[in-house]
């Protein structure tokens, strides 16, 4: 079983549409979660972090943590062409895992007008 | 604010050879951590500096090492290189490393062995 799985894609959505994120992960005592954006050619850039149970919203993207399911999710409202990218699931073990960051394999969205 | 700042953008070099990879932090920031990106193992931990030192390691050869400089600037280094060593190598700056603060990623150094 991978560390980090995220659902694998990839995933199309209409203009204007929710697109839905989905990320597991196996170590019960994982922290911090974290959802990156990565454009084609580009490095990832942070767009959601979350470490407690519940839902976190910031602008049109929502992410949500169920740590008893080890689940974390990323919603993003009304989405745009802009948004097609890979989106990267990360997760920090805690504990001594200094600056380590185990990244799933990644879900391609494109948004279509 | 200046953000992370990684030199040189691409490099092509030869099997057998070494390379050096720079990564200037965000200001104030002092952790600097070093990943590798390939298309068929996605983004893998290398290590983690944290004022001039390396406090976490990931499940690579000897062949890759690095260091941090006082100013939290750091370098890593890959010797004898080998073709599968070509990958995309983004470093990311963090305030402290802990699990609670976020990370943020250079633009990354293409390097391609041949």
């Known amino acids: 079983q991978k560390e980090v799985e995220q659902n694998s894609g990839p995933l199309s959505v209409p203009e204007g549409a929710i697109a839905s994120l989905n990320c597991t992960y196996s170590?019960?005592?994982?922290?911090?979660f974290f959802w990156y954006r990565q454009y084609s050619g580009k490095s990832p850039e942070l767009i959601m972090f979350i470490y407690s149970n519940g839902d976190k919203e910031d602008g049109r993207f929502t992410a949500q943590l169920n740590k008893a399911s080890q689940y974390v999710s990323l919603l993003i409202r009304d989405s745009q062409p802009s948004d097609s990218a890979t989106y990267l699931c990360a997760v920090n073990p805690g504990g001594t895992s200094y600056g380590k960051l185990t990244f799933g394999q990644g879900t391609i969205l494109t948004v279509h007008p | 604010k200046a953000g992370v700042t990684q030199t040189p953008r691409y490099l092509i070099k030869t099997r057998g050879q070494q390379v050096t990879l720079s990564c200037s932090p965000i200001?104030?920031?002092?952790?600097v951590s070093w990943y590798q990106q390939t298309p068929g193992q996605g983004l893998q931990f290398l290590f983690e500096y944290f004022s001039e030192t390396q406090r976490n390691k990931g499940n690579f050869p000897g062949r890759f090492s690095g260091r941090q400089f006082s100013n939290s600037r750091s370098e890593m280094n890959v010797s004898t290189l080998e073709l599968g060593d070509s990958a995309l190598y983004l470093c990311a700056s963090s305030l402290a490393g802990l699990g609670n603060t976020e990370a943020f990623f250079g633009q990354g150094t293409r390097l391609t062995v041949v």
């Open positions: 170590d019960r005592g994982s922290q911090s």
């Open positions: 200001s104030g920031h002092r952790s």
